[in-house]
């Protein structure tokens, strides 16, 4: 069952705790702001001065050479994964992870470039043997290895430093350059307790995102070095993701990065809380992991917690069956999360 089933308009109506995922954060007062405020140049022509200062600023922080701001997480990937690979070359991955499982396999349809998938681990990592097995013979009826993409956080879970640089050694050594797939980056580093250029440094290009838990409405960005960023950028454009008066977007990542990164300790916390609520009703399996939380009831009966919790202002993704994923952020406040712990226990009660 895909993560995004039955979400198409359960949001309808006004919920006072929407948990379906952390990409509904909506921007404050204080980012509108910001936006509002926008020095405004056009992006295609290098003349924006917010999506300058914002490249500049994600990659100083990560310790990359350059950086490339795009519309989306799925672009971004898309552009940093061609900028690596020619057609007849391949990605090695995880078959769970976000490129391989959801993103359309927009590296094979628009680049002739194939997705090897690997099993991932129960800890969110790849097993650096898995990889080096998977790395293909210098054969002509095969691929060319080329690229080891990896991902952190995994279903909310916070891979560790050791557990990533193991994987990435192993790929190097296989004569492979390595992406991340970052797209909850900064929940990763605040959950690891690790520098950000620790995690970041372990690998080629990195994709962060600015859109879900740190609030921005839109946007991501991909650092590396900077001949790959070149070829990045051509690919955006290509992709359509060549944006004009980009800096109203850009400013509201400014905003996020400079705000919003701490805080994700708090979304944390929240989901630690909510499944300690959830285990204590007895009422199925449950998993948490940085600001995820995964719920399984054991009654089966998905559809009908979905509405109980809907009438009463909590919105749930999720199939009606297996696991539901309920994700914390920035607009799920104490009060919020309260109104979602009191329709479970009235459900279970």
Not at 73 to 78: P, Q
Not at 81 to 93: D, S, T
Request: glycine share 14%.
């Amino acid at each position: 069952m895909s993560r995004y089933a039955g979400l198409a308009g359960a949001g309808k109506g006004a919920a006072i705790c929407d948990l379906r995922s952390d990409t509904l954060t909506r921007p404050d007062a204080g980012m509108m702001q910001a936006i509002q405020a926008a020095e405004l140049g056009d992006d295609v022509y290098g003349e924006d001065p917010q999506v300058n200062r914002l490249e500049a600023v994600l990659a100083e922080r990560l310790g990359k050479d350059a950086a490339l701001f795009l519309p989306t997480g799925t672009m971004s990937n898309l552009a940093g994964l061609l900028a690596h690979c020619r057609r007849g070359e391949e990605i090695i991955l995880g078959a769970e992870y976000h490129v391989y499982a959801y993103e359309a396999a927009g590296a094979s349809v628009l680049g002739g470039v194939s997705l090897c998938p690997v099993p991932v681990r129960a800890d969110g990592a790849l097993d650096p043997g898995a990889v080096a097995g998977a790395v293909k013979a210098d054969d002509s009826h095969l691929a060319v290895s080329r690229l080891l993409s990896l991902e952190n956080t995994h279903n909310g879970l916070a891979v560790p430093l050791a557990d990533m640089a193991a994987t990435a050694d192993a790929g190097r050594g296989a004569g492979l350059a390595v992406h991340l797939d970052g797209a909850r980056f900064f929940n990763a580093t605040v959950a690891l307790g690790c520098a950000e250029t620790e995690l970041a440094g372990l690998m080629d290009t990195i994709s962060v995102c600015l859109s879900k838990g740190l609030g921005a409405p839109a946007g991501s960005v991909l650092a590396g070095p900077g001949d790959l960023i070149a070829r990045a950028r051509r690919w955006r454009k290509m992709l359509g993701g060549g944006m004009r008066q980009a800096g109203v977007l850009a400013a509201a990542g400014l905003y996020a990065l400079d705000r919003n990164v701490a805080r994700l300790a708090e979304d944390h916390a929240r989901a630690g809380e909510l499944a300690g609520e959830l285990r204590s009703l007895g009422a199925g399996e449950v998993s948490q992991a940085t600001n995820m939380v995964f719920f399984t009831p054991g009654d089966g009966r998905n559809d009908a917690l979905r509405a109980h919790l809907a009438a009463r202002g909590a919105v749930i993704g999720g199939g009606s069956s297996g696991a539901i994923r309920m994700v914390l952020h920035k607009d799920v406040d104490d009060g919020a999360l309260d109104c979602a712990v009191q329709g479970l226990k009235s459900f279970y009660g």
